[in-house]
């Protein structure tokens, strides 16, 4: 079987980084000052110097870890306050930890759908809303990738069902392009469903104030569930939540199998993100300063002949076509010191190979200028100009 990966060409290997994460990183057994293009880290928040101290202080003052699950031992008041945070920094009634997103999307379906009700989900949504709805046994409907209209046609065949869920990414990782929400809404009123969202790669960042992909277009009143990560822009270090009406929080506290089965959250892990939350609700210059580099990256690439993906976000797909020409340029790109990952089928559609490119806060105008010069010079040298 691992020889029918390598073989398939979709063997995955694990560059190690010898530094802390950021802009410019050590890699192990090579040199210093690659330029990194690559983490989730798009506030930079993942080495801020106050995340860390909120961080050693939560290790110091309430230990390293609760050696429990949330309902037996494991609730301390540093819990209760992210959750809280949470719920106030998104404008929903309560909140729920979980170990992760991935977590928190495992187990919101199966605890709130039952065989008599639909979920609706877009057929690009991550790997872990897929798995998710596969836990449940609601009656299940796949709509082809912001399609309104296949939506639409699956909302009225879904009538029969008792509720109905829309599911989608509020961004989607692989091209950095926005859910319709407004439209989904609109679908949503028209034909009596709830709407979800993953906000992975939105919270913190999209919208005037960072709030997410609903107040980016302008719907936080109708959007009815929000999970997201603790593990890219709000820190970095791990863990995930759902956010919305009280009751189905309380309901997710009593049914929702990975948190009741799983260990509470770390301290130090809620004490990073409950600071990177402290510091989006004082001030946006971070996420507008992420805006910035993120417009200078796109209209310097384009101007020299490259096509990314998506609008306005800091996912910046180079679109290559081809799956080879990807995997050779990307590592070209860290010759020069750039670290930047190709991306090929099966995690993306046959002939839209890539290159990822994401961008930060914390990278200065410089690195995304260096960044733009390696691309053209590996682009001519491999004929992708
Ligand atoms: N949802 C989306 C859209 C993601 O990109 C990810 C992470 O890759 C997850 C969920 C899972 O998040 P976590 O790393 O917190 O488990």
């Not at 995340?51 to 870890?65: P, Q, S, T």
């Not at 991935?102 to 949504?125: C, H, K, Q, R, Y």
């Not at 609903?214 to 995930?240: F, P, Q, Y």
């Amino acid at each position: 079987e691992l020889e029918d990966i390598r073989g398939a060409g979709t063997w995955k290997s694990e560059r190690v980084i010898a530094s802390r994460q950021g802009p410019h990183l050590r890699l192990a057994g090579g040199g210093a000052g690659i330029i990194n293009f690559c983490a989730n880290n798009y506030l930079g928040l993942s080495s801020h110097p106050e995340v860390i101290r909120a961080a050693v202080e939560a290790l110091e003052k309430f230990g390293a870890g609760l050696s429990s699950v949330r309902f037996i031992c494991g609730t301390q008041s540093i819990h209760k306050d992210l959750e809280e945070k949470i719920a106030r920094f998104h404008q929903r009634e309560d909140a729920i930890l979980y170990a992760s997103c991935f977590d928190a999307n495992a187990g919101i379906f199966e605890a709130l759908l039952t065989p008599e009700d639909a979920v609706l989900s877009d057929e690009l949504n991550h790997a872990s809303i897929i798995d998710g709805i596969r836990l449940c046994k609601a009656n299940k409907y796949r709509y082809k990738h912001m399609d309104m209209q296949d939506l639409e046609a699956k909302l009225k065949e879904a009538q029969k069902h008792r509720l109905r869920l829309v599911a989608t990414d509020g961004a989607f990782s692989m091209d950095g392009d926005i859910a319709p929400l407004r439209e989904i809404c609109q679908l949503a009123q028209k034909y009596d469903a709830l709407v979800f969202i993953d906000e992975c790669h939105a919270t913190g960042f999209l919208g005037p104030s960072g709030r997410g992909t609903d107040e980016l277009l302008g719907v936080m009143d109708k959007v009815t569930i929000i999970n997201s990560t603790l593990g890219k822009a709000l820190g970095g270090a791990a863990g995930g939540y759902t956010t919305g009406p009280k009751p189905l929080i309380d309901l997710l506290r009593q049914r929702s199998r990975p948190y009741l089965f799983s260990n509470s959250l770390p301290p130090a892990v809620v004490g990073c993100a409950s600071k990177a939350l402290d510091l989006l609700m004082e001030s946006n210059a971070i996420a507008q300063s992420m805006a910035a580099k993120t417009q200078r990256f796109r209209s310097k690439m384009a101007a020299a002949g490259f096509t990314i993906s998506g609008k306005d976000h800091p996912i910046c797909p180079v679109m290559l076509g081809d799956a080879r020409l990807a995997s050779v340029m990307a590592e070209d790109m860290l010759n020069r010191g750039i670290y930047v990952i190709g991306f090929s089928y099966p995690v993306v559609p046959k002939g839209k190979a890539r290159i990822r490119v994401q961008i930060s806060a914390v990278h200065s105008d410089e690195d995304i200028d260096r960044c733009v010069e390696a691309f053209t010079e590996v682009g001519r040298k491999h004929g992708a100009l």
